[in-house]
């Protein structure tokens, strides 16, 4: 049988094992077929074939609900419910969307980007199952490194007091989230892992009393009370947390036996009440090269399948800014002991895996747990220390009351540098960094900037650095810089609050922010092929704004554009309506970003184009808006 004759999950009912295993094999061949052309996410999706085989051939799909934690473990189950003859357009604008969209598959049911969510929801299905008196079964699936997650622990303690709530947690344990794991939960797994199943145990131990005199078929209170806590004494760490949180443990199992695992789930799930099995699997697995670098083969750029490497460039470009930051901010680091950078499971990402590996008492992953990231650092500058916390926009979001609550209140010199802000591009909407200018602005006791360029980001790490009056944050984007020069040393601190004259006109005042700086100078550039002459200011800060230098300038020119990469409600131009008005100064202001909806999976000029935010559809725009009798047709 060939996959693409599976259209609806439950055509794998009644499939010999032989034919599960060759649908498997097809399944990692355009797994990786799709992924080496167009890139995407590989290891995580490879590791979870068989897995979500044997969980499919055991539920009704036209029932049964499956929640998949993150999404892009979900692969093999977008290509079982429908979506193999499009797979191929992964990540691209209006194909598959790297991540789960209730509005994309009826099967996928619960949308997922972000860590940690899938047993939470998953409980609230079932609670609303129960409500309404229907049965159908209820399957999260989360790996070991969501399972870091404050909220996935709070979601267990919650199911595990509800002894007749049914309810399965899939534990796919790879030993790995996009880096190894960190901390006592990953070593207790590790424990877990080299040891033999238990579940059996359990059920022996149970028959042999039935084979005693006066026990007969069941066991008495009592008699059960022994059964488990012989059961403790035998195992007294496998699974043995897990169940005394409540919850019924299968494991581990070998996450790549198909029997196995088929047997596992169909016991599994006769078992009234939360169950969680646990299944071990290898990242990457069916490509050598992948199993053996986890971490590089997490996600890849398009590569040659048989190498392995990645397609050479056809012309150099220059560093990401991450790789920037990164890099500027060990060389600071490492004369002055008391910076400290934080992760939250984004090593490599962020680029601190380069801190890492020169600093290692100097850096901190505190797995994939954001509040507790925030608050760490919290407690770090109350001790006078300087930490970094290197966030991705979009992951920063879910830490947001210990923003507040933890570090802004208390005015604690915490440094937030925001990776991926803006449009990112392929991740789509649950990874695009739309929301932070206006999430954070709103909030006494906080500094926001953002730099123009590579070279001003530099700049930026020290103000960020020397900065001790309170929070101070600075978001940057993806992807690479514009080609400025760069320093090795030396790098100046900025002045807080204070923007940049760039160009003199007197007809219009163009005011960028951060990574549209650059496209605001193209705007200029082409509003003077037209006669119109314009001042370009670089504001560096959305908080405090430099009203000292706009509200003049938008006093004397008239008339004011700004322009931002990130949601115009609360945003960046909305801080400028507002100091101007603030300041008595009432001229039009026509504002260029991202209006009130949701960014989809393209790459990001797509995106830019579909929202009207190129330099050539901006400058006419501004053409239309302000001088209506000048020509309005821009080349």
């Not at 400290?340 to 992953?365: R, V």
């Not at 001042?535 to 704004?545: G, S």
Request: proline fraction near 6%; charge should be neutral.
């Amino acid at each position: 049988m060939h996959i693409n004759e599976i259209t609806h999950p439950n055509q794998l009912h009644g499939l010999s094992l032989r034919q599960l295993e060759d649908i498997a094999r097809q399944i990692r061949e355009k797994h990786l077929q799709t992924v080496a052309t167009s890139g995407g996410h590989l290891g995580p999706g490879l590791g979870v074939v068989e897995l979500t085989i044997a969980l499919y051939q055991t539920l009704d799909l036209d029932r049964d609900k499956v929640i998949w934690d993150v999404g892009h473990q979900a692969y093999p189950h977008k290509m079982l419910t429908g979506r193999y003859s499009e797979f191929h357009t992964l990540r691209q604008k209006d194909g598959v969307a790297g991540y789960l969209k209730r509005c994309e598959s009826k099967f996928d049911h619960f949308g997922a980007g972000h860590a940690s969510t899938s047993i939470s929801a998953g409980l609230g299905m079932a609670l609303a199952r129960d409500a309404k008196g229907e049965d159908f079964k209820v399957v999260s699936v989360i790996g070991d490194g969501a399972l870091t997650g404050g909220m996935a622990l709070e979601a267990i303690n919650h199911a595990g007091h509800l002894p007749h709530t049914n309810l399965m947690v899939v534990l796919n344990d790879n030993e790995m989230s996009i880096s190894p794991n960190v901390g006592a939960i990953s070593r207790y797994l590790n424990k877990v892992r080299l040891s033999p199943p238990v579940q059996f145990l359990s059920d022996n131990l149970e028959e042999q009393f039935k084979h005693l005199p006066f026990f007969g078929e069941s066991l008495t209170p009592e008699m059960e009370r022994v059964k488990e806590g012989m059961k403790r004494l035998a195992v007294p760490k496998v699974g043995a947390v897990i169940e005394e949180l409540g919850f019924k443990y299968f494991g581990p199992i070998d996450g790549h036996n198909l029997q196995e695992l088929i047997s596992t789930f169909k016991q599994a799930h006769k078992v009234p009440g939360p169950v969680l099995v646990h299944v071990a699997t290898v990242k990457g697995k069916g490509y050598a090269i992948a199993e053996k670098d986890q971490v590089g083969y997490h996600a890849q750029k398009p590569f040659n399948l048989a190498t392995g490497k990645a397609h050479p460039s056809n012309k150099p470009t220059p560093p990401s800014y991450s790789k920037v930051f990164a890099h500027t901010l060990t060389k600071l680091a490492e004369n002055n002991p008391k910076i400290i950078g934080i992760t939250a499971a984004m090593a490599t990402g962020t680029g601190l895996d380069k801190l890492q590996a020169k600093l290692p008492k100097q850096y901190i992953d505190v797995g994939i747990a954001e509040q507790h990231a925030v608050t760490l650092a919290a407690g770090l500058a109350c001790e006078g220390m300087r930490p970094v916390a290197a966030i991705y926009s979009t992951f920063l979001q879910r830490a947001y009351d210990q923003i507040i609550h933890d570090v802004c209140i208390q005015k604690l010199p915490v440094f937030f540098c925001m990776d991926r802000a803006g449009i990112v591009g392929a991740d789509g909407p649950t990874h695009q960094g739309m929301y932070d200018i206006a999430y954070l602005r709103c909030i006494p006791n906080m500094v926001i900037m953002a730099p123009k360029d590579e070279a001003e980001l530099q700049r930026m790490l020290v103000t960020g650095i020397n900065y001790t009056d309170s929070a101070i944050a600075m978001r940057y984007p993806r992807g690479n810089g514009v080609g400025v020069p760069l320093m090795e040393e030396g790098w100046e601190p900025i002045e807080i609050g204070k923007g940049e004259i760039l160009r003199n006109g007197d007809d219009i005042l163009l005011i960028g922010y951060g990574a549209m700086v650059h496209s605001t100078l193209q705007v200029a550039e082409i509003l003077s092929e037209h006669g119109i002459e314009a001042t370009v200011v670089n504001a560096r800060f959305v908080k405090p704004l430099d009203t000292d230098l706009i509200a003049p300038l938008a006093k004397r020119i008239g008339k004011v554009a700004t322009f931002e990469e990130g949601c115009l409600i609360g945003g960046f131009g909305s801080a400028v309506i507002e100091g101007l008005q603030d300041n008595n100064v009432l001229v039009p202001v026509k504002r260029f970003g991202v209006p009130d909806l949701l960014v989809d999976h393209a790459k990001p000029d797509q995106s830019k184009a579909d929202l009207g935010l190129l330099p050539s559809q901006m400058a006419q725009k501004v053409l239309q808006t302000f001088f209506q009798k000048q020509p309005s047709v821009v080349s």
